[in-house]
């Protein structure tokens, strides 16, 4: 179908700043250039968006419990994290005797690296997109799987029991659950015939995947939110940071600056997660289209796609803050069975189905 | 606060760790010393005494009037129970009748301190297992109640409201409306609380088979309240002794046999609707009659020794009085029933892992002021 | 084949009791006019409490500055702490006879368990409880109060 919403296409931008940079200096400094900026942004972009991803918890989260939340610093308590960031900013860095001071320091910037990482991969928008591998989707496995080491490095780091305990049992709960966001990726993967972001947001022109593989894409998505909750260790599966029985977590040695990291990372792991599930299950930047009602689509495609990824963006977020909110915590032996015994099975089968309907040819649209 | 005595690593890899005093899991200051094996708990030994206040041996110096406000802050989610005690106690010893409207009036007061003290509960063991939500419905709704007791008695929590002879002052007009209309909002809110914790999955899987109790076990280590009840143990003294005007209204004694953490966690919930039918039956018939019986302004026990119990919302409550004629008791003893309760966490903990001891613990409802005391 | 089935349907059961607790939280976010808190400082005009509401002991005096306290001092008999202190002198009344008269009430609100014993047993009713709460101070001899006004004198007939 034509392209209707070339309006809300970056391609043309971003080719103007290139052939700009490029005709003024050489093409070594443009692209350093190009670099420098595309980092500053990201920078910039993943502070705001993670203070207010805290700031928008925490109103969430009072809503949820009939109460106001933060509303006395700025209006509508908007500069709640702020003021929190300046207060963690000016703490005092406590430094532990015969801790491993290299790797001591070395976790919190590896923990941020990767998901500034991961964040680099997927789509925003057209032509928006700073990375298009053509192993888009393994690309961002490979590389949350990095985090585990820098969450392992803090416990074994700081040198004391209980950080070493919540950190193992945190490393088990990541890597475990890695293996079923994995597999639920794969199902979609095989339903688009492709690993690169790019073509699967284009292949979900016509439906977006949930809906086009059915069963198996809905269970696919059950499975995929159960994991990536598990994998950020949020809500119901949060017993290694808020074990208020014996430690605090593998962060417990970390404070001021280096705290905020792991705070801030965390968060941004969750936003990462669901954009990542925005893109492949709900279309991405794609607008809701319907097979058969060309007015519909004519209309829905008005709304840019930059407010479609975020819209859903922020839909699976505030599905995810739902579940912290309302669930009671798993304790570690539950989660390991929940995950070996139910949802590894269930997507084992479940990419079975789903290669059995691709086959066949029985999903919607085309 | 978690600190840590390596007793015999060498042989067992068994080791000792604290639950200090200050723990959000221990509700009040209780040190429990574990020995831990890997994640395994071998033994639990709670160490008590942390708010020792000597209210027994302040008893010894104060009129019978004034010990009433001292019972308040033994256990002080049931505080108008325990005020009930003594005045009991003291009246049964003076063979002084109080008035229908007075025996009337202190079963309602009883009751809806159970309701609180049982939403207390709720939101206290909803936020040990992880659910935070649950925290502020339980106190969302108890503030209704602790309305209806401020507008009566003029405090929330600590009322001495009850005093030997009858009340301390007459019910504010307003109390029948709004008890009715706190009974019709909370019948309807209760099915929430069962969607949001009892019927999920989660909390099934961490409360059922864990921290048994059996009805033999129960008996002999002490345990009555909805404890006790939820191991089969038929311990409600407002049915086998009955006081105020329990022996007029009908309801059920909750009782459960399989003696888990779910059990325990059942029999509260339906005591609550329990407690809502007592009042219900009893709202709109309320005597007329005095609130307060003619009474000396000194008061003196004869010789002797008098012993009464009341069913707090954790289990028997006991003041036992030994008088010599004077105006202060020789000697007060209170049997709490947080004490005997706390006895059986070593028992009901052995074999599960710690995540499993704050459950157990929050299904105990131990409240520390009254093991101190 | 019994077991998937049985498998098939704990996992139906678990997802929907999941579902269920769910709706609950998720109905309570679309509703914001349900929040129950209560801006402080700011609804302080408006705010009222109940008037049986133990705040703070007070003795209340008429428009002529009168009270109706006899220091007889049953109140200090009763009050479990020592809380209250009433301070007496003798004056010679018109007709030669010694009196009592109340010189200083003292009590101290930081050592109140606001039982109510000292009111109940009061027999001219001088003292009875307000319902102001804020009582905070940065030093505690502030909570330290005398009751009685300056030049305040026993209401006639009061005994």
New interface residues.
Partial sequence: MPFTFSIYDFTGFTQWIDTALRSACSPFWAVLWEMVIVGVLFLAFYAVVGLYLVYAERKVCAFIQNRVGPNRVGPYGFFQTIADLIKLLMKELIPIKQADKLLFNLAPFIVIITSFLALAAIPYAKGLHPIDLNIGVFYIMAISSMGVVGILLAGWSSNSKYSLLGAMRSGAQIISYELSVGLSLITICVLAGSMQLSTIVEGQRDLWFIFKGHIPAITAFVIYMIAATAETNRGPFDLAEAESELAAGFHTEYSGIKFAFFFLAEYMNMFIVASLAATIFWGGWMPLHVPGLEGFNHVMDFIPPVLWYVGKTVVIILIMMWFKWTFPRLRIDQLLTLEWKFLLPISLVNILIMAFIVLMGWYIGL | M?E?IIIKEADEQEIS?N?GPQ???THGVLRLVLSLKG?IVNKVEPHCGYIHRGIEKMTES??Y??I???TDRLDYLSAHINNGAVCLAVEKALEVEVSERVKVIRTIMDELNRIASHQLWWCSF?M??????C???GL?DR?KIL?IF??????RL?Q?YY?PGGL??DL?PNFQTKVKEFIKYFRKILP?YD???S????????AIGMGLLTKEQAISYGVTGPSGRGSGFSCDVRKHHPYHAYDKVKFNEVLRTEGDTYARYMVRMDEMRESMNIIEQLIDNIPEGDYVAKMK?VIKLPEGEYYQRVEAARGEFGVYIISKGEKNPYRMKLRSPNFSNLSSLDLMARGN??????AIGGSLDYVIPDIDR | MREIFNYLKSVFFALKSLWTGMKVTGAYFFKPWKIVTQQYPENRKKLQMYERTKGELVMPHNEKNEHQCTACGICQLNCPNGTIEVKSVTVETTDGKKKKVLDKYIYNLGMCTFCGLCVKVCPSDAIVFSNKFEHAVFNKNKLVKTLNKEGSTLKKGAE
């Fill in positions: 978690a840590e760790i639950m723990h959000p899991s994640e104060m009129t009037q004034q009433i406000h001292l909803g040990d297992l992880g659910g935070l939500t925290f502020f419905y969302r503030e309305d401020e507008e009566t008695t003029g405090s600590i001495s005093c301390m002052a504010h929430e969607e949001l914790l019927g999920n999955i989660i909390m099934m899987e961490r302004p892992k710690i995540a499993d001891l704050v």
